[in-house]
Nanobody, 123 residues
Framework: QVELVESGGGLVQAGGSMRLSCAAS????????LGWYRQAPGKEREFVAA????????YYSDSVKGRFTISKDRADNTVYLQMNSLKPEDTAVYYC????????????????WGKGTLVTVSS
């Protein structure tokens, strides 16, 4: 059973920063590519970022490139999403995702989802 547990969401002002965490088992972080998706109210879920199993390769959507950074701590089996220069349009529920590889997660082939954490960016 693959379990992904997100944390770190909340309310932040525009221009601020926030870090999300996705905790998983060692087997999960070593087996799957991991990433983040988000879903804003009234919109479809969209890809945000992904990281390879070894944490070497990263992938980003154009809307967050240069502002968000995905990383993996292999010691504590956690994937992080550091979000800087936040904008009101970043407001969404952020979901941790696991798939065969980081590119397939980016392409939308996600095998497992977390329950999500809400990020609200005020203007």
């Amino acid at each position: 059973q693959v379990e992904l547990v997100e944390s770190g969401g909340g309310l932040v002002q525009a221009g601020g920063s926030m870090r999300l965490s996705c905790a998983a088992s060692q087997r999960t972080t070593q087996t799957y590519g991991l990433g983040w998706y988000r879903q804003a109210p009234g919109k479809e879920r969209e890809f945000v970022a992904a990281i390879s199993r070894l944490g070497i390769n990263t992938y980003y959507s154009d809307s967050v490139k240069g502002r968000f950074t995905i990383s993996k701590d292999r010691a504590d089996n956690t994937v992080y999403l550091q979000m800087n220069s936040l904008k009101p349009e970043d407001t969404a529920v952020y979901y941790c995702a696991a798939g065969t590889s980081a590119p397939t997660v980016q392409a939308g082939s996600v095998h497992y989802w977390g329950k999500g954490t809400l990020v609200t960016v005020s203007s």
